[in-house]
């Protein structure tokens, strides 16, 4: 999402041993820290889900579009 601990150190505006210590488990992140986080990773699988309707809208454009050109009677 971001690229790694030190764009989600400065995302977070902590220090890397504070990242360091919340990823390896030796430490809890303060509940600050945790909600930002958590709304990073939900506002990247909303967009996710937007990519992925768009994707899929356009195959439906395409199948429309490969539909329309098969000739009568052809599976």
């Known amino acids: 999402m971001l690229g790694g601990p030190r764009k989600l150190r400065d995302f977070l505006n902590t220090s890397s041993s504070d990242v360091a210590k ?3 488990g030796m430490e809890q ?8 986080a958590l709304q990073l990773i939900l506002d990247d699988l909303d967009a996710g889900g937007q990519r992925l309707r768009e994707v899929r809208s356009a195959g439906d ?3 429309v579009i490969v539909s329309a050109r098969r000739k009568p009677g052809a599976k």
């Open 22 to 24: 919340w990823l390896s």
């Open 29 to 36: 992140p303060p509940m600050h820290a945790f909600i930002a």
């Open 61 to 63: 454009k395409a199948a």
